[in-house]
């Protein structure tokens, strides 16, 4: 059975830092891409950053570029989302999930499975 847990949120002050953690368990990370979404109140689902767990590829939004870092442990089987510099746009549910074709990375219609977000607030 495939599962995703995600691990790490909270209330942090502009610009502090917050680390995300997806554990993946029901097959091996390797063979895929997984994703980091978010969702604010009243607005669509984004793309945050992914990662092509086969050769370490990552990509990340305009908006968290230079800011955040995505990285993944094939032994643990997680993947982390390093939020640093956050912003209060930043507030939202983050979600991470598993896209086993990879052809729209940044698309979260073309994900196969989700974990059940963890909230990230920045506020002061």
């Known amino acids: 059975q495939v599962q995703l847990v995600e691990s790490g949120g909270g209330l942090v002050q502009p610009g502090g830092s917050l680390r995300l953690s997806c554990a993946v368990s029901?097959?091996?990370?390797?063979?895929?891409?997984i994703g980091w979404f978010r969702q604010a109140p009243g607005k669509e689902r984004e793309g945050v950053s992914y990662?092509?767990?086969?050769?370490?590829?990552?990509a990340y939004a305009d908006s968290v570029k230079g800011r955040f870092i995505i990285s993944r442990d094939n032994v643990k089987n997680t993947v982390s989302l390093q939020m640093n510099s956050l912003k209060p746009e930043d507030t939202a549910v983050y979600y991470c999930a598993v896209d086993l074709l990879g052809l729209e990375p940044f698309n979260p219609n073309q994900y196969d499975y989700w974990g059940q977000g963890t909230q990230v607030t920045v506020s002061s």
């Open positions: 990662i092509r767990t086969a050769d370490g590829y990552t």
């Open positions: 029901g097959f091996p990370l390797d063979v895929y891409v």
